[in-house]
């Protein structure tokens, strides 16, 4: 079988349009090579229609062998123009995949802030331990003897009610202060003792305004040998200067607490008006008694506040209750 002049033409003028769509129809640099080993490989479509040269006539050897190349070189410099194309247009989209928008949004983590009554709680904190306190907390499930029994509060004392105090069905209680933290702590040490006892406590009451049946308390007390009601008032009188940042005018009202005798209210002039802020006394013989100190020997005084009263009074809150709703316009302000 002879091949003939015109058709090697042909085949290689179809070659050249067939290839030529191939190419600029291919989009993936795989694909591109995959065209180029079928088209100019050595086993490739241009390499079998020159071995249909062999069958021409001499003189017509060069005619096909310059169609060829001219074929070639075409179908090379498409298959390099498209692999330049798509070796530009992978890295462009590797770039676009990679591009940071600096632009948008972050992820939003807003800061915390420290609430109004742990702010409050820790400045007086603050002031105790540069005063020499130690901090002590307890458990706020307490047994009857701890917060009642052991701080001289009498059976028919009304704070012992079942409308005042929650009490669980096993018996216990929540505690109403934070004194059955500092029996807890004397019954384990010996005087010379100071500490400062902040925390959550509880008391059967309709809330409103100025009550909250869950609130928090801080005491003091100190107990040692010679310990006078002036070592209780000074004491006082430097924690209100440190808490207010002025030295206001202070009182004492005699008053009655079960633990202390004396006891008695302290109150502060603050903006025109006198506001009471805490309760103290010098601890009764008979809790010292209680915890196998000898009131003989020793004496202490004591003291305890509300928080949120503190809170309140400092930045001019008007409704316990805006302390526990977690409304953020209010807390933000602090
Ligand atoms: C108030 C008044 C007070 C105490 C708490 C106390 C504790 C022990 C012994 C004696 Cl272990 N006293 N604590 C004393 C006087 C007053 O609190 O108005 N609290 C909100």
Redesign the pocket.
Known sequence: MTTSLNELEAQLATLKQVATKAIAATDTLEQLEQLRVGYLGKKGQLSQILRGMGQLAAEDRPRIGSLANVVKESLQASLDGKRSYLQEAQIQAQLESETLDVTMPGVYSPIGRVHPINSTIDRVLDIFVGLGYTVATGPEMETDYYNFEA?NTPADHPARDMQDTFYLPDGNLLRT?T?SV??HY?EDSEPPIRIVAPGRCYRRDTVDATHAAVFY?I?I?AVDEGLTFTDLKGTIKVFLEEMFGEDLPIRFRASY?P??EP?AEVDVQWQGRWLEV????M??PN?LKSVGYDPEVYT?F?????VERFAMVLHQIDDIRRLYNSDLRFLQQF
Do not use: K, N, P, R
């Not at 805490?278 to 006394?281: A, D, E, I, K, R």
């Not at 004591?302 to 509300?306: D, N």
């Open positions: 701080l202060h004194s500092q029996i004397m308390q005491e007390l607490f633990f202390t006891s805490m309760g103290c006394g601890v009764d809790v202490g004591a003291a305890g506040f509300g």
